[in-house]
């Protein structure tokens, strides 16, 4: 019976810890998603004020709590729904595409300047298989002509 609580206890670590990954997919996934499509509560003419649903008569921090914006310019609607801020995405995409442009131009680069040391690819650094064999001939001889001389 000792042993069986602790199996126990590693089964429903596992389970919280399943619970707390997919906890942290999700917020890794809310991020993304926010990057990519940034909202701002700056209001331009053109723009229909949609009413945030969280209830009436609530103050800026309950607004900015449930993610939404509060208004100041209409007294009758308390809080909006934010705005698509299309040049903050507009730029940030740009950022992205230029980082990954800038990534897959050097990538080659880097590739060429650490495979052009290697003998396995490069076949100007591996040698010579007449040369290695003139050299270990003289080698061989040479000791063969220094070994009687110490004699």
Do not use: W
């Not at 940034?38 to 800026?60: A, R, V």
């Not at 209409?74 to 995405?89: G, I, V």
């Not at 010579?128 to 001939?137: A, H, Q, T, Y």
Request: proline residues 7%.
């Amino acid at each position: 019976s000792g042993f069986a609580s602790p199996v126990q206890n590693v089964s429903e670590q596992s389970e919280v810890a399943s619970s707390n990954l997919r906890m942290t997919l999700i917020d890794v996934y809310e991020h993304v998603v926010s990057f990519f499509r940034p909202m701002t509560c700056q209001y331009k003419d053109e723009k229909t004020l949609i009413p945030c649903h969280i209830g009436e008569g609530h103050n800026t921090t309950v607004c900015l709590e449930n993610k939404c914006c509060p208004s100041e310019i209409s007294p009758a609607l308390t809080c909006y729904m934010p705005f698509t801020d299309k040049m903050q995405m507009t730029f940030r995409l740009l950022l992205l595409v230029a980082g990954g442009l800038l990534l897959l131009g050097c990538l080659p680069l880097c590739c060429c300047v650490c495979l052009q040391r290697s003998p396995c690819i490069n076949p100007l650094r591996r040698g010579n298989k007449k040369l290695r064999k003139i050299v270990s001939e003289r080698k061989a001889h040479s000791e063969d002509v220094s070994i009687p001389l110490l004699g």
